[in-house]
T-cell receptor, first 113, second 113 residues
Framework: QKEVEQDPGPLSVPEGAIVSLNCTYS??????FMWYRQYSRKGPELLMY????GNKEDGRFTAQVDKSSKYISLFIRDSQPSDSATYLCAMRGGMGNTGKLIFGQGTTLQVKP | DAGVIQSPRHEVTEMGQEVTLRCKPI?????LFWYRQTMMRGLELLIYFNNNVPIDDSGMPEDRFSAKMPNASFSTLKIQPSEPRDSAVYFC???????????FGPGTRLTVL
């Protein structure tokens, strides 16, 4: 079993829809949770960063972490065609961790105009 | 800022040949990460350096892979001899600290025939 599981999709939605992307993980030591966005033929770029459990909102994006369920989510409101990309979750441990990130497989999202 | 620079962007080689991938991190960043991305395995960390010193190379697949960081502004990842299963996109990322945001380069797309 992989440490981080993410449905690869693809996920296709109409413009304006609310998108929900999810990851589950098995390592209870994970403390820091990230979402990266990767456009085709580009490197990943950091989109959201959260510590421990809770919600974080940034514009149309909301990240949620439920450590009790080992489950994280990224919500995109009013989705736009420019949101079409692959979204990767990533996570790592807390104090003492050397910075090694564990990534999910990535979910490919297509937003149709 | 020019961002992380990788070269070459594309490499096609024959099985058994030596391949050298190059990376120039963002100026001032002291941590450098090499990743490999494939459809089957997703994004995997191969090795990372802090202040030019290798910290964790547990992700290096086998002895055919080696990485060096002779100074703060340059790193190489070498595969010798290359095999078709090494075909992937190789990313370099850098950060201002092992636990800080990683900035990814555009990647090198390697095809081994």
């Amino acid at each position: 079993q992989k440490e981080v599981e993410q449905d690869p999709g693809p996920l296709s939605v109409p413009e304006g829809a609310i998108v929900s992307l999810n990851c589950t993980y098995s390592n209870s030591a994970f403390q820091y949770f990230m979402w990266y966005r990767q456009y085709s033929r580009k490197g990943p770029e950091l989109l959201m960063y959260t510590y421990s459990s809770g919600n974080k909102e940034d514009g149309r994006f909301t990240a949620q972490v439920d450590k009790s369920s080992k489950y994280i989510s990224l919500f995109i409101r009013d989705s736009q065609p420019s949101d079409s990309a692959t979204y990767l979750c990533a996570m790592r441990g807390g104090m003492g961790n050397t910075g090694k990130l564990i990534f999910g497989q990535g979910t490919t999202l297509q937003v149709k105009p | 800022d020019a961002g992380v620079i990788q070269s070459p962007r594309h490499e096609v080689t024959e099985m058994g040949q030596e391949v050298t991938l190059r990376c120039k991190p963002i100026s001032g960043h002291n941590s450098l990460f090499w990743y490999r991305q494939t459809m089957m395995r997703g994004l995997e960390l191969l090795i990372y350096f802090n202040n030019n010193v290798p910290i964790d190379d547990s992700g290096m697949p086998e002895d055919r892979f080696s990485a060096k960081m002779p100074n703060a502004s340059f790193s190489t990842l070498k595969i010798q001899p290359s095999e078709p299963r090494d075909s992937a996109v190789y990313f370099c990322a850098s950060s201002s600290g092992m636990r800080n945001e990683q900035f990814f380069g555009p990647g090198t797309r390697l095809t081994v025939l």
